[in-house]
């Protein structure tokens, strides 16, 4: 018999403690199919599969990164022409 890792399945407490999330949200995950789990065929507990965890631990790595964010910053100095329109509407003046 072969051991392949895909095949493995592990309980709800497992999994949650690999995702470092509460069963309940595994449990309400499942519900909203973002991590669908299968049922043990003798007491239909919820088990996942060993691949599918380290999969959807591969997703949430990606696309939790920190965004890069450019900040402008405004000059001081307002030239004296820009200064004396203060009527102007669709200028904003910080």
Request: proline content about 4%; cysteine-free.
């Given at each position: 018999?072969?051991?392949?890792?895909?095949?493995?399945f592990?309980n709800?407490?497992?999994?949650?403690?690999?995702?470092?999330?509460?069963?309940l949200t595994?449990?309400?995950?499942?519900?909203?199919?973002?991590?669908?789990?299968?049922?043990h065929?003798i007491?239909?507990?919820?088990?996942y599969?060993?691949?599918?965890?380290?999969?959807f631990l591969s997703?949430?790595?990606n696309t939790?990164?920190?965004?890069k964010i450019?900040i402008d910053?405004l000059?001081d100095d307002?030239p004296?022409?820009?200064?004396?329109n203060?009527?102007?509407?669709?200028v904003l003046r910080?």
């Amino acid at each position: 018999m072969v051991d392949n890792d895909s095949s493995k399945f592990i309980n709800i407490k497992a999994a949650a403690r690999m995702l470092g999330v509460s069963p309940l949200t595994l449990r309400n995950w499942d519900k909203r199919k973002k991590l669908i789990a299968f049922r043990h065929p003798i007491n239909n507990y919820r088990v996942y599969k060993l691949g599918d965890i380290e999969n959807f631990l591969s997703t949430i790595e990606n696309t939790n990164k920190p965004k890069k964010i450019h900040i402008d910053f405004l000059e001081d100095d307002i030239p004296e022409s820009d200064a004396d329109n203060s009527g102007d509407d669709d200028v904003l003046r910080i």
